[in-house]
């Protein structure tokens, strides 16, 4: 089985459909430390990443903001002196889609490596 960070992103128009809750179970179940949250009716995927210093909070909110450009898809990023929250979803649908789990995968690679 291929994991979800080896994936690449595939272009995702208007008319894509969001996940369905099965969908989203399942590939939730693939993502360690990440959350399904409800905001105003549209599911996304949450992680909090907790740092030592603010220098490495910068430089993961660097990376992550380098990943989004790379894909264009771009995340929630709340940067605090010793965390980064991340949050993935697809504005253009509403909702979640495969893309948002293959980055929040490779979010989590990117943490791991820093």
């Not at 990943?67 to 909702?95: D, K």
């Not at 889609?97 to 791991?112: Q, V, W």
């Amino acid at each position: 089985m291929t994991t979800l960070s080896k994936l690449s992103c595939e272009a995702c128009s208007t008319g894509a459909q969001p996940l369905t809750n099965d969908e989203i179970d399942s590939m939730l179940f693939k993502l360690s430390g990440w959350e399904l949250i409800i905001d105003s009716d549209i599911k996304k995927l949450k992680r909090q990443f907790h740092t030592e210093k603010y220098h490495q909070s910068v430089a993961f909110t660097n990376a992550i903001a380098s990943l989004a450009e790379s894909t264009n898809h771009h995340p929630q990023i709340i940067l605090e002196y010793s965390s980064v929250t991340i949050i993935w979803w697809t504005h253009v649908i509403h909702g979640l889609h495969k893309n948002d789990f293959i980055l929040a995968a490779k979010t989590s690679e990117l943490f791991k490596s820093d």
